[in-house]
């Protein structure tokens, strides 16, 4: 943590919650845009990836470069995701989030910035870096899962088309 967890836990969390809150209407809106939602996942991650390693990274090296070195792999991590939930139909967006999250504690443990770490660093620093993968993950997945289903009709939940047929 950069500047220390009384300004950047809120620089983090402020902008997750309306993401949480309102994200059917925010992904209703990005899903406007007609690309690839595979391509739309990652295109919206980059932004996300970027601001969340800034706020995590500022000591080692995020202060000096403007785009984040981790990007890449990031990035690619949420191609793979998003291939794996198209892959597998996937349609629970907590689900995998939450699969994710989970995936990115035990990397940052086992092979990322947390190994070596005394225990007391990993319990403090844990659930911060696995909320950082719940913050870059779930709005661009939320692209691929909701960019699945069927449009709804003004006349109620469910029911596409004039016919009524569901």
């Given at each position: 943590?950069?500047?220390?967890?009384?300004?950047?836990?809120?620089?983090?969390?402020?902008?997750?919650?309306?993401?949480?809150?309102?994200?059917?209407k925010?992904?209703?809106?990005?899903?406007?845009?007609?690309?690839?939602?595979?391509?739309?996942?990652?295109?919206?991650?980059?932004?996300?990836?970027?601001?969340?390693?800034?706020?995590?990274?500022?000591?080692?090296?995020?202060?000096?470069?403007?785009?984040?070195?981790?990007?890449?792999?990031?990035?690619?991590?949420?191609?793979?995701?998003?291939?794996?939930?198209?892959?597998?139909?996937?349609?629970?967006?907590?689900?995998?989030?939450?699969?994710?999250?989970?995936?990115?504690?035990?990397?940052?443990?086992?092979?990322?910035?947390?190994?070596?770490?005394?225990?007391i660093?990993?319990?403090?620093?844990?659930?911060?870096?696995?909320?950082?993968?719940?913050?870059?993950?779930?709005?661009?997945?939320?692209?691929?899962?909701?960019?699945r289903?069927?449009?709804?009709?003004?006349?109620?939940?469910?029911?596409?088309?004039?016919?009524?047929?569901?």
């Amino acid at each position: 943590m950069v500047f220390g967890i009384f300004i950047d836990v809120p620089l983090l969390v402020a902008p997750f919650f309306p993401m949480f809150v309102w994200r059917k209407k925010i992904l209703k809106q990005i899903l406007r845009i007609r690309i690839p939602p595979l391509v739309l996942c990652v295109l919206i991650a980059i932004p996300l990836i970027t601001f969340e390693e800034q706020i995590d990274c500022m000591p080692s090296w995020c202060g000096r470069v403007l785009i984040p070195p981790t990007l890449p792999f990031l990035a690619v991590e949420i191609a793979f995701l998003g291939g794996l939930v198209v892959w597998l139909h996937a349609k629970n967006l907590f689900r995998v989030t939450l699969g994710f999250a989970i995936y990115g504690l035990a990397f940052e443990l086992l092979v990322g910035g947390l190994v070596g770490a005394p225990l007391i660093v990993d319990v403090l620093l844990g659930p911060w870096v696995f909320f950082g993968y719940v913050f870059i993950s779930m709005l661009p997945i939320g692209v691929i899962i909701e960019g699945r289903r069927p449009l709804t009709s003004a006349s109620g939940p469910g029911v596409v088309g004039a016919s009524g047929g569901v």
